[in-house]
Protein backbone atom coordinates (compact mmCIF):
# COMPACT_ATOMS: atom_id res chain seq x y z
CA UNK A 1 0.00 0.00 0.00
CA UNK A 2 2.73 2.75 0.84
CA UNK A 3 4.38 1.52 -2.39
CA UNK A 4 1.61 2.36 -4.20
CA UNK A 5 0.68 6.06 -2.60
CA UNK A 6 4.98 6.45 -3.04
CA UNK A 7 3.89 5.99 -6.96
CA UNK A 8 1.06 8.23 -7.07
CA UNK A 9 2.76 10.86 -5.04
CA UNK A 10 6.36 10.93 -7.44
CA UNK A 11 3.61 10.66 -10.41
CA UNK A 12 1.45 14.00 -8.86
CA UNK A 13 5.20 15.41 -8.97
CA UNK A 14 6.17 14.24 -12.43
CA UNK A 15 2.56 15.77 -13.74
CA UNK A 16 3.06 18.78 -12.22
CA UNK A 17 6.74 19.72 -12.98
CA UNK A 18 5.54 21.40 -16.09
CA UNK A 19 2.46 23.15 -17.19
CA UNK A 20 -0.09 21.81 -19.15
CA UNK A 21 -1.23 23.46 -22.71
CA UNK A 22 -4.75 25.36 -22.77
CA UNK A 23 -6.54 27.51 -24.78
CA UNK A 24 -6.00 31.03 -24.89
CA UNK A 25 -5.66 34.75 -27.50
CA UNK A 26 -2.31 35.66 -28.77
CA UNK A 27 -2.26 39.62 -29.93
CA UNK A 28 -0.14 39.71 -33.56
CA UNK A 29 -0.22 43.24 -35.22
CA UNK A 30 -3.54 44.12 -33.96
CA UNK A 31 -5.15 40.60 -34.44
CA UNK A 32 -6.49 37.87 -31.79
CA UNK A 33 -5.24 34.79 -33.09
CA UNK A 34 -6.71 31.33 -31.14
CA UNK A 35 -3.20 30.04 -29.73
CA UNK A 36 -2.13 26.93 -28.11
CA UNK A 37 -0.50 28.52 -24.83
CA UNK A 38 1.98 27.18 -22.15
CA UNK A 39 3.60 28.90 -19.30
CA UNK A 40 6.72 27.94 -18.40
CA UNK A 41 9.41 29.42 -15.69
CA UNK A 42 12.12 30.35 -17.80
CA UNK A 43 12.71 34.12 -19.30
CA UNK A 44 11.62 34.78 -23.49
CA UNK A 45 14.85 35.11 -24.95
CA UNK A 46 16.36 31.43 -23.53
CA UNK A 47 13.06 29.87 -24.50
CA UNK A 48 13.14 31.36 -28.23
CA UNK A 49 16.85 30.16 -28.27
CA UNK A 50 15.68 26.58 -26.83
CA UNK A 51 12.99 26.37 -29.53
CA UNK A 52 15.29 27.09 -32.26
CA UNK A 53 17.08 24.30 -30.92
CA UNK A 54 14.35 21.82 -30.38
CA UNK A 55 13.31 22.34 -33.99
CA UNK A 56 16.71 22.45 -35.72
CA UNK A 57 17.27 19.04 -33.96
CA UNK A 58 13.99 18.19 -36.02
CA UNK A 59 15.91 19.14 -39.41
CA UNK A 60 12.95 22.41 -39.84
CA UNK A 61 14.65 26.08 -40.16
CA UNK A 62 13.22 29.02 -38.56
CA UNK A 63 11.34 32.04 -40.26
CA UNK A 64 11.59 34.68 -37.40
CA UNK A 65 9.73 37.91 -37.89
CA UNK A 66 8.49 40.56 -35.72
CA UNK A 67 9.36 38.05 -32.64
CA UNK A 68 7.46 35.71 -34.15
CA UNK A 69 9.20 31.72 -34.98
CA UNK A 70 7.61 30.18 -37.72
CA UNK A 71 8.63 26.77 -38.92
CA UNK A 72 7.09 25.24 -42.38
CA UNK A 73 6.08 21.86 -43.04
CA UNK A 74 5.59 20.40 -39.96
CA UNK A 75 3.67 16.84 -38.84
CA UNK A 76 2.52 17.92 -35.53
CA UNK A 77 0.54 14.47 -35.59
CA UNK A 78 1.85 11.34 -36.95
CA UNK A 79 -1.59 10.24 -38.00
CA UNK A 80 -2.03 13.63 -39.38
CA UNK A 81 -2.44 13.63 -43.68
CA UNK A 82 -0.91 16.65 -43.78
CA UNK A 83 1.55 19.08 -42.82
CA UNK A 84 1.40 22.24 -41.26
CA UNK A 85 3.30 25.86 -40.63
CA UNK A 86 3.58 26.56 -36.92
CA UNK A 87 4.11 29.70 -35.83
CA UNK A 88 5.86 30.74 -31.98
CA UNK A 89 5.62 33.70 -29.87
CA UNK A 90 7.09 34.10 -26.72
CA UNK A 91 6.28 36.90 -23.92
CA UNK A 92 7.23 37.68 -20.48
CA UNK A 93 3.81 36.18 -18.18
CA UNK A 94 4.36 39.77 -16.82
CA UNK A 95 6.77 42.65 -15.24
CA UNK A 96 6.64 40.89 -11.73
CA UNK A 97 7.71 37.65 -13.29
CA UNK A 98 10.41 38.27 -15.66
CA UNK A 99 11.29 34.56 -15.12
CA UNK A 100 8.12 32.81 -16.72
CA UNK A 101 7.34 33.00 -19.99
CA UNK A 102 4.09 32.14 -22.25
CA UNK A 103 4.51 30.36 -25.23
CA UNK A 104 2.10 30.73 -28.19
CA UNK A 105 1.93 28.23 -30.34
CA UNK A 106 -0.46 29.09 -33.44
CA UNK A 107 -0.96 26.61 -36.33
CA UNK A 108 -1.34 27.38 -39.94
CA UNK A 109 -1.94 25.50 -42.99
CA UNK A 110 1.22 24.64 -44.61
CA UNK A 111 2.65 27.82 -46.63
CA UNK A 112 -0.03 30.38 -44.79
CA UNK A 113 1.43 32.99 -43.11
CA UNK A 114 0.53 33.89 -39.98
CA UNK A 115 -1.27 37.11 -41.09
CA UNK A 116 -3.32 35.04 -43.98
CA UNK A 117 -4.41 33.16 -40.90
CA UNK A 118 -7.90 33.39 -40.03
CA UNK A 119 -7.49 34.78 -36.35
CA UNK A 120 -10.67 32.85 -34.96
CA UNK A 121 -9.90 29.44 -36.88
CA UNK A 122 -9.25 26.43 -34.28
CA UNK A 123 -7.51 24.68 -36.99
CA UNK A 124 -4.63 23.15 -35.01
CA UNK A 125 -5.28 24.01 -32.38
CA UNK A 126 -5.71 20.55 -29.96
CA UNK A 127 -2.57 19.17 -31.52
CA UNK A 128 -0.54 22.68 -31.29
CA UNK A 129 -1.35 21.76 -27.29
CA UNK A 130 0.11 18.57 -27.90
CA UNK A 131 2.63 19.30 -29.71
CA UNK A 132 3.47 22.27 -26.48
CA UNK A 133 3.60 19.58 -24.12
CA UNK A 134 5.50 16.87 -25.74
CA UNK A 135 8.68 19.54 -26.14
CA UNK A 136 8.21 20.71 -22.52
CA UNK A 137 10.74 18.52 -20.99
CA UNK A 138 13.36 19.77 -23.79
CA UNK A 139 12.76 23.27 -22.89
CA UNK A 140 13.63 22.05 -18.98
CA UNK A 141 16.78 20.15 -20.59
CA UNK A 142 18.04 23.20 -22.83
CA UNK A 143 17.51 25.44 -19.12
CA UNK A 144 19.33 22.99 -17.35
CA UNK A 145 22.16 23.20 -20.32
CA UNK A 146 22.58 27.18 -19.73
CA UNK A 147 22.32 26.56 -16.12
CA UNK A 148 25.51 23.91 -16.64
CA UNK A 149 27.06 26.59 -19.03
CA UNK A 150 26.67 29.37 -16.56
CA UNK A 151 27.52 27.64 -13.70
CA UNK A 152 31.07 26.18 -15.78
CA UNK A 153 31.62 30.10 -16.48
CA UNK A 154 31.16 30.75 -12.53
CA UNK A 155 33.94 28.05 -11.53
CA UNK A 156 36.51 29.19 -14.19
CA UNK A 157 36.21 32.67 -12.97
CA UNK A 158 35.98 31.56 -9.49
CA UNK A 159 39.57 29.15 -10.60
CA UNK A 160 41.49 32.09 -12.21
CA UNK A 161 40.86 34.38 -9.78
CA UNK A 162 42.10 31.49 -7.31
CA UNK A 163 44.85 31.15 -9.44
CA UNK A 164 45.63 35.06 -9.96
CA UNK A 165 45.54 34.52 -5.85
CA UNK A 166 48.55 32.16 -6.11
CA UNK A 167 50.68 33.89 -8.45
CA UNK A 168 50.41 37.18 -6.12
CA UNK A 169 51.39 35.12 -3.30
CA UNK A 170 54.15 33.73 -5.41
CA UNK A 171 55.25 37.13 -6.39
CA UNK A 172 54.46 38.63 -2.41
CA UNK A 173 56.95 35.61 -1.27
CA UNK A 174 59.45 36.44 -3.82
CA UNK A 175 59.71 39.99 -2.38
CA UNK A 176 59.62 38.92 1.14
CA UNK A 177 62.62 36.59 0.40
CA UNK A 178 64.65 39.85 -1.34
CA UNK A 179 63.85 42.01 1.60
CA UNK A 180 64.98 39.51 4.14
CA UNK A 181 67.87 38.93 2.28
CA UNK A 182 68.60 42.48 2.01
CA UNK A 183 67.92 42.45 5.59
CA UNK A 184 70.44 40.02 6.36
CA UNK A 185 72.89 42.14 3.94
CA UNK A 186 71.93 45.24 6.09
CA UNK A 187 72.51 43.91 9.39
CA UNK A 188 76.10 42.63 8.15
CA UNK A 189 76.94 45.93 6.50
CA UNK A 190 76.12 47.76 10.36
CA UNK A 191 78.76 45.31 11.55
CA UNK A 192 81.01 45.85 9.15
CA UNK A 193 80.39 49.62 9.17
CA UNK A 194 80.33 50.07 13.11
CA UNK A 195 83.50 48.32 13.13
CA UNK A 196 84.75 50.97 10.53
CA UNK A 197 83.48 53.68 13.11
CA UNK A 198 85.30 52.06 15.78
CA UNK A 199 88.09 52.17 13.98
CA UNK A 200 88.01 55.40 12.90
CA UNK A 201 87.29 56.50 16.45
CA UNK A 202 90.48 54.72 17.60
CA UNK A 203 92.41 56.94 14.74
CA UNK A 204 91.18 60.27 16.21
CA UNK A 205 91.89 59.23 19.68
CA UNK A 206 95.47 58.73 18.64
CA UNK A 207 96.00 62.34 17.32
CA UNK A 208 94.50 63.81 19.54
CA UNK A 209 97.13 61.92 21.74
CA UNK A 210 100.08 63.63 20.31
CA UNK A 211 99.17 67.32 20.78
CA UNK A 212 101.11 69.08 23.35
CA UNK A 213 100.03 70.48 26.57
Do not use: W
Not at 110 to 123: A, G, S, Y
Not at 181 to 201: G, H, I, P
Request: glycine share 2%; hydrophobic share 35%; proline share 2%.
Amino acid sequence: MKRIFSFFILLLAVNNLFSQAYEAKLEHQRKMYVAAVIELPYPASELEDAIQDYMAKKGFKVNSSKNVLSFKGVKLNPNNTENNDIHFKVERKSRKEKEVSLVHLVVSKENETLTQRIPEDLLGLEDGKSFLNAMTPAMEAYHLEMEIIEQDKVIKKAEKKFENLEDDQKDLEKKIRNLEDKLEQNKKDQATQKTEVSNQKNILEGLKAKRKS
